[in-house]
């Protein structure tokens, strides 16, 4: 167990419809990652909060947003939503920004998979 | 851009045998994070190994260890006396120290690794 919660655990849902991930870091993170996992795409990097602030994007489609919230868990709101959106999407946490590895590594949730029919 | 290249889609190996798995990466950065995580068929990631680029040393976690050759930029990892609990896909990782890109992992495409009793 990572001490990184992800809910729900699994989501299905029709085109065209928005969902909520949510993430709960390990105690004392103050970092969140959201990945996204599909067959096609392989694992890529969406967005990087730090203690509440977005940090770096990645690939992320204007229909995605994310939010991290006072209590340091975060959120990723997926509108519009297609078959191609289809993944499991997982949230990481690390410390923050200073430090080497020890300080950086990232763990990671369960995933939540998401599937749109 | 970084990129991160893993050449084997699939390896097998024998119980108690040792296998490596290779990655080579693509970057003109002269610091950076390197790191081996594992998939299972949970589809939870598990932090394997890790290593900093500044480092010499290679790093080890009891079974595992990995061959850094910076020059070559290749990051592979050993597995020794492999067990059945092994088995899983492996996924090599970079990360970046700093920049708008900082905490932003890029994978590999992940190798599958099959043991066999």
């Known amino acids: 167990d990572s001490g990184v919660t992800q809910t729900p655990k699994h989501l299905i849902t029709a085109t065209g419809q928005r969902v909520t991930l949510r993430c709960s870091p390990r105690?004392?993170?103050?970092?969140v990652y959201w990945y996204q996992q599909s067959l096609d795409q392989g694992l890529q990097f969406l967005i990087h909060y730090y203690n509440g602030e977005e940090r770096a994007k990645g690939n992320i489609l204007e229909r995605f947003s994310a939010q991290q919230f006072p209590d340091l868990h975060s959120e990723l709101n997926l509108s519009s939503l297609e078959l191609g959106d289809s993944a499991l999407y997982f949230c990481?946490?690390?410390?923050?920004?200073?430090?080497?590895?020890?300080?950086?590594?990232?763990?990671f949730g369960p995933g939540t998979r998401l599937t749109v029919l | 851009a970084q990129t991160v290249t893993q050449s084997q889609p699939e390896m097998s190996v024998q119980e108690a045998e040792t296998v490596t798995l290779s990655c080579t990466y693509d970057?003109?950065?002269?610091?950076?994070?390197l790191f081996w995580y594992k998939q299972p068929p949970s589809r939870q990631m598990i932090l394997v190994i890790r290593?900093?680029?500044?480092?010499?040393q290679n790093a080890t976690e009891n079974r595992f260890s990995v061959n850094f050759q910076k020059a070559a930029k290749s990051f592979s990892l050993k597995i020794s006396d492999s067990q059945l609990g092994d088995a899983a896909m492996y996924f090599c990782a970079y990360r970046t120290p700093g920049g708008t890109s900082y905490g932003k992992l890029t994978f590999g495409q992940g190798t599958i690794l099959t043991v066999h009793p």
């Open positions: 290593q900093e680029a500044y480092k010499q």
């Open positions: 970057t003109s950065e002269s610091d950076y994070y």
């Open positions: 105690s004392g993170d103050l970092s």
């Open positions: 990481a946490s690390s410390k923050g920004l200073a430090g080497g590895p020890i300080t950086d590594t990232q763990y």
